[in-house]
């Protein structure tokens, strides 16, 4: 592959990325746009097209031999369609590797955004050395990928490690997806900012509400974790109860897959040892105690780019 060059494009709700690898998988150029679901499909779909074209005009599109793309889920890998994701509301059913090919005449793979941050992990990261590992990614919502023997684990039809819609407690909050108790509704970015404001609502006094300036419906989970750094009391039990959570999903997949480390990823993973510490309890209280030593927690290594870097990785695969 000697002269020749791959995009890697991550879509998500509030952003996407772009960006521009030899096969090496360096990063030769870079671009970040807002999203702007709201617009609908069509003109995202244009924004996107646009931006890998000034993406590769480094080297030139003639060569570019691949474009791999990680995006929020769920998706049909096999047809590269975009289903029905809670983070892009107004996507629904498309066919987003089809608009691809016919705009750039070349190879396009669409992936999951999570399954890709996984094979980031492994191929470049924190799970390097290791056979098994899930990752989560943990921001606005939770997402997942698994891999299994160095391999990353498929679903039949539809993109697998839905994680973030573990069932952690049957009689808990409402999720995006209309399911209730899902980890997602009660550990992502979103359900601890919820949690904060619900607390301050009802009475309880925290740093907080000057954080805000006393509009709640500005307070951020990146708020609550810096309060908590800060040793104030309710930020520290909502970040150490959405860790909690984490765990009892954590350990799920551990007596399930066996796997040999848990990554933690996404926005939420700069916490640190605020939420990987309750995990780490969850696990030392309640994973059958075969299990309790053997698998590693810990805090992605490529943070943001883990999507990038898997997207690449798993084209540069493709081309061979």
Known sequence: MNDSFIIAVDLGGTSFRVALADSAATFLNRNAEPTRASDGPRIGMQRIIETIRTTASTVGMEKIKGIAVATAGPIDPGNGVILTPPSLPS??????KQHLKEAFH??????SDADMAAVGEHRFGAGQGYDRLVYFTVSTGIGGGIIIDGQLLRGSKISAAEIGHIIVDPRGPQCNCGGKG????MASGTAIARMAKERISHGSASSLVE???NDLSRLT???VVAAARKGDNLASEVVHEAGTSLGIAVVSLMHTLDPDIVIIGGGVSNAGDLILQPIREVIADRAMIDFRNRT???????GDDSGLYGAIAFGLDKLG
């Open 211 to 213: 954080l805000c300036q």
């Open 296 to 302: 590693k927690v810990v805090q992605s290594a490529l």
């Open 182 to 185: 899902h980890v997602e509704a």
């Open 91 to 96: 996507w629904h059913n498309v066919p987003l």
């Open 106 to 111: 070349i190879p396009v793979w669409v992936e």
């Open 221 to 223: 989970a990146e708020m």
